[in-house]
């Protein structure tokens, strides 16, 4: 699905003839069905793979644990010497040996006969349970009576219990946890192939925003986007590449997001989307390579200034200036495209982002047609988890500071109500 057919600008249109935004998921789909670069790959060691996406089907060269060992410290033993037994009737063993941790016994068992044991001991050849210790009195230095019977295989585990060898461990697509990496050390495995991380670059517009060390004069804002964004990517697991904030100027947009369309797999351009005689971003996009603007106007708030492009299969953003919109539009949009440039392959029964279900503590007002993400704070009143609304226009940052995720509001819907059960996407660690 990343090159094929190539897609075509879609431009809705109201009555009068005028552009008319998205809908949310026809954005989404046409983002689905772009026809984008796909992931290269590259092999790296175990111990640098975390958070990597594996990009191959994984088998076990071996079975793990390749013995039978015990899970209780206790008593190897037959388990038919011990039927029948208990407390009053006990069965009386011989202790032969002692298994040493790590080493492979120099004896084996038959009935009559027992070996001490630790957990995680290899057992010996004959052998086929382990008594636990609590179950168990020394007679003296060489016997040992048994309280309780056993069954075949009881508080043992099997050579290849855990893992067989030739099963299929991890699947291609799957983004690596520190689990996957314990278990690709258990069998062996010391390196593995994965997709290269996604390089993003970052581009911050307009005449009025100044770098974060500068003092602003009059009419002038400091850089928040390209920071905001810079640490939204490093989230998401790509390479975020900053490349500046230039002026509004059409030829050094052009300049700009050449260069950056051949050395990166996506761009963000923050400020560049809003309609206005500054608004070069899609005569640039549409104009560097096919199949160029994708949409422009999407029916969501914030950010309805969106634009979307691809060029030469590399996806472009042009993003509202607002840093709430910046925000909920990278959640939104941006996030999925990232994930299938990283070879990611998402699980349906799994958010692609941490949700937590609270109760509303008031009403949140919206307008039906337009799909609506409103910032809330999460709290804990009592035995509920209740999730505050945080009103404000999306240009105030500190409506970001406070706010713990985002709650969605449908756009068939004139709203939410208070005490109403929400799912809360909460922002990334």
Same mark, same amino acid.
């Given at each position: 699905? &990343?090159?094929?057919?190539?897609?075509?600008?879609?431009? $809705?249109?109201?009555?009068?003839?005028?552009?008319?935004?998205?809908?949310?998921?026809?954005?989404?789909?046409?983002?689905?069905?772009?026809?984008?670069?796909?992931?290269?790959?590259?092999?790296?060691?175990?111990?640098?793979?975390?958070?990597?996406?594996?990009?191959?089907?994984?088998?076990?060269?071996?079975?793990?644990?390749? &013995?039978?060992?015990?899970?209780?410290?206790? &008593?190897?033993?037959?388990?038919?010497?011990?039927?029948?037994?208990?407390?009053?009737?006990?069965?009386? $063993?011989?202790?032969?040996?002692?298994? #040493?941790?790590?080493?492979?016994?120099? &004896?084996? %068992?038959?009935?009559?006969?027992?070996?001490?044991?630790?957990?995680?001991?290899? @057992?010996? *050849?004959?052998?086929?349970?382990?008594?636990?210790?609590?179950?168990?009195?020394?007679?003296?230095?060489?016997?040992?009576?048994?309280?309780?019977?056993?069954?075949?295989? *009881? /508080?043992? %585990?099997? *050579?290849?219990?855990?893992?067989?060898?030739?099963?299929?461990?991890?699947?291609?697509?799957? +983004?690596?946890?520190?689990?996957?990496?314990?278990?690709?050390?258990?069998?062996?495995?010391?390196?593995?192939?994965?997709?290269?991380?996604? +390089?993003?670059?970052?581009?911050?517009?307009?005449?009025?925003?100044?770098?974060?060390?500068?003092?602003?004069?009059?009419?002038?804002?400091?850089?928040?986007?390209?920071? /905001?964004?810079?640490?939204?990517?490093?989230?998401?697991?790509?390479?975020?590449?900053?490349?500046?904030? %230039?002026?509004?100027?059409?030829?050094? @947009?052009?300049?700009?997001?050449?260069?950056?369309?051949?050395?990166?797999?996506?761009?963000?351009?923050?400020?560049?989307?809003?309609?206005?005689?500054?608004?070069?971003? *899609?005569?640039?996009?549409?104009? @560097?390579?096919?199949?160029?603007?994708?949409?422009?106007?999407?029916?969501?708030?914030?950010?309805?200034?969106?634009?979307?492009?691809?060029?030469?299969?590399?996806?472009?953003?042009? @993003?509202?200036?607002?840093?709430?919109?910046?925000?909920?539009?990278?959640?939104?949009?941006?996030?999925?495209?990232?994930?299938?440039?990283?070879?990611?392959?998402?699980?349906?029964?799994?958010?692609?982002?941490?949700?937590?279900?609270?109760?509303?503590?008031?009403? %949140?007002?919206?307008?039906?047609?337009?799909?609506?993400?409103?910032?809330?704070?999460?709290?804990?009143?009592?035995?509920?988890?209740?999730?505050?609304?945080?009103?404000?226009?999306?240009?105030?940052?500190?409506? #970001?500071?406070?706010?713990?995720? $985002?709650?969605?509001?449908?756009?068939?819907?004139?709203?939410?109500?208070?005490?109403?059960?929400?799912?809360?996407?909460?922002?990334?660690?």
């Amino acid at each position: 699905m &990343f090159k094929g057919d190539r897609t075509q600008p879609r431009v $809705l249109r109201d009555s009068l003839g005028r552009k008319s935004a998205l809908t949310v998921q026809e954005a989404l789909n046409l983002l689905h069905n772009a026809p984008l670069n796909g992931p290269s790959t590259e092999r790296v060691r175990i111990d640098e793979a975390y958070g990597r996406v594996i990009a191959e089907d994984v088998r076990a060269p071996e079975a793990l644990p390749g &013995f039978r060992r015990s899970s209780m410290d206790g &008593f190897a033993v037959v388990a038919a010497d011990t039927f029948g037994v208990s407390e009053t009737m006990p069965s009386y $063993l011989r202790v032969v040996g002692e298994v #040493l941790m790590g080493e492979a016994p120099g &004896f084996s %068992i038959k009935r009559g006969e027992t070996a001490a044991i630790s957990t995680g001991g290899m @057992l010996p *050849e004959g052998a086929d349970a382990v008594v636990m210790l609590e179950h168990v009195n020394m007679v003296d230095g060489e016997n040992i009576e048994v309280m309780k019977q056993v069954a075949p295989g *009881e /508080n043992v %585990i099997g *050579e290849d219990e855990d893992i067989k060898a030739g099963e299929i461990l991890l699947r291609r697509g799957q +983004r690596l946890r520190p689990q996957d990496i314990g278990a690709l050390a258990g069998v062996g495995i010391t390196e593995i192939r994965v997709y290269r991380r996604p +390089r993003v670059g970052i581009i911050s517009t307009g005449d009025e925003v100044v770098p974060p060390d500068s003092r602003p004069a009059p009419g002038q804002v400091r850089d928040i986007n390209s920071y /905001n964004l810079f640490g939204l990517v490093l989230q998401e697991g790509g390479i975020p590449v900053r490349m500046g904030i %230039i002026r509004d100027d059409i030829e050094t @947009l052009r300049a700009v997001l050449k260069e950056a369309k051949s050395s990166t797999d996506m761009v963000l351009l923050t400020g560049g989307s809003s309609v206005g005689v500054r608004d070069y971003a *899609e005569e640039v996009i549409q104009s @560097l390579g096919s199949p160029g603007v994708l949409f422009h106007g999407v029916r969501i708030k914030p950010g309805k200034p969106l634009l979307a492009g691809v060029v030469d299969g590399v996806a472009v953003f042009a @993003l509202p200036g607002h840093p709430a919109a910046v925000t909920v539009c990278f959640e939104v949009f941006v996030r999925p495209v990232l994930q299938r440039l990283s070879g990611l392959i998402p699980k349906d029964v799994v958010p692609p982002t941490k949700v937590v279900r609270a109760t509303l503590a008031q009403n %949140i007002p919206s307008v039906i047609g337009r799909e609506e993400y409103v910032r809330v704070q999460l709290r804990r009143a009592g035995s509920k988890i209740l999730a505050e609304p945080i009103f404000g226009k999306s240009g105030l940052i500190l409506t #970001l500071l406070r706010a713990d995720g $985002l709650v969605r509001v449908p756009s068939e819907v004139n709203g939410l109500y208070r005490d109403e059960e929400v799912e809360v996407m909460v922002f990334g660690d």
